[in-house]
Structure formats: structure tokens, C-alpha cells
């Protein structure tokens, strides 16, 4: 059993940054591929950035590749998403998920075993 707890969502301006930060319990989290997901009203929930479970590799959206930075740091048990440049249509609820063991990295949601409740990221103009 894993739980994940994100913190570090907020209100930004346009072209601002934010860290997010997802906490995890559980013995496995090392042994896990992590990643970030976000949804905004009306929206599905969309892919943002995955990490292996050694944290040698990474893989970022299009929309957000170059502006966020995915790492993890498995003696906290912790995974962060680094935010710069932001955008209004980054707004949505982002969500840290934690994958299968020892897979590799993954990008569609039903791959992931568990989630976090999410952290509200506003982008103002």
C-alpha cells in the first residue's frame, strides 16, 4: 500500500513558478516509477511528466517539456514537479501517482496503481 499526499499548488501569475511536492508512505516507493497527471474542469485527466524508478529517466509532456522538471529524491520518498514559465492553461488539479514496481516509465493513467487527491494550480493573466 502506497499513499501520496501532493503540497505546494497555489495561485500564480502568468510566467511565474511553483514547486509541487508529493510525499509518499509505503516501503515500495523507490522500487516505483512516479508520475504527474493534472486535469482542469470539463477536461480528462492528462499526462504531465513520469520518472523511473531510479530517477535516471524522465519524460515530459509536449505542452510542458522545457518549462517543468520532473525529480524524485527516494531517501525523502518524495516526487516533485518544478513549474517555471507558467500558463493560464496550465490551471487544473494536479495529481502525483505511483506505478507498478520495477516497470518502466508510464504515460497513460491505468498504469498507475495509486493516487494522491490532488493540488489546486491557478495561473492568473
Given amino acids: 500500500q502506497v499513499q501520496l499526499v501532493e503540497s ?3 495561485l500564480v501569475q502568468a ?6 511536492s508529493c510525499a509518499a508512505s509505503g516501503r515500495t516507493f523507490s522500487s516505483r516509477p512516479m508520475g504527474w497527471f493534472r486535469q482542469a474542469p ?3 485527466r492528462e499526462f504531465v ?7 535516471d529517466r524522465t ?7 522545457g518549462r517543468f522538471t520532473i525529480s524524485r529524491d527516494n ?23 505511483a506505478g507498478r514496481p520495477l516497470e518502466t516509465i508510464a504515460t497513460r493513467p491505468r498504469e498507475y496503481d495509486y493516487w494522491g ?6 495561473v492568473s493573466s
Fill in 75 to 97: 531517501a525523502k520518498n518524495t516526487v516533485y514537479l518544478q513549474m517555471n514559465s507558467l500558463k493560464p492553461d496550465d490551471t487544473a488539479v494536479y495529481y502525483c501517482a
Fill in 42 to 44: 470539463g477536461k480528462e
Fill in 59 to 65: 519524460y515530459h509532456a509536449d505542452s510542458v517539456k
Fill in 49 to 55: 511528466a513520469a520518472i523511473s524508478w531510479t530517477g
Fill in 117 to 122: 487527491q490532488g493540488t489546486q494550480v491557478t
Fill in 15 to 20: 510566467g511565474g513558478s511553483l514547486r509541487l
Fill in 8 to 10: 505546494g499548488g497555489g
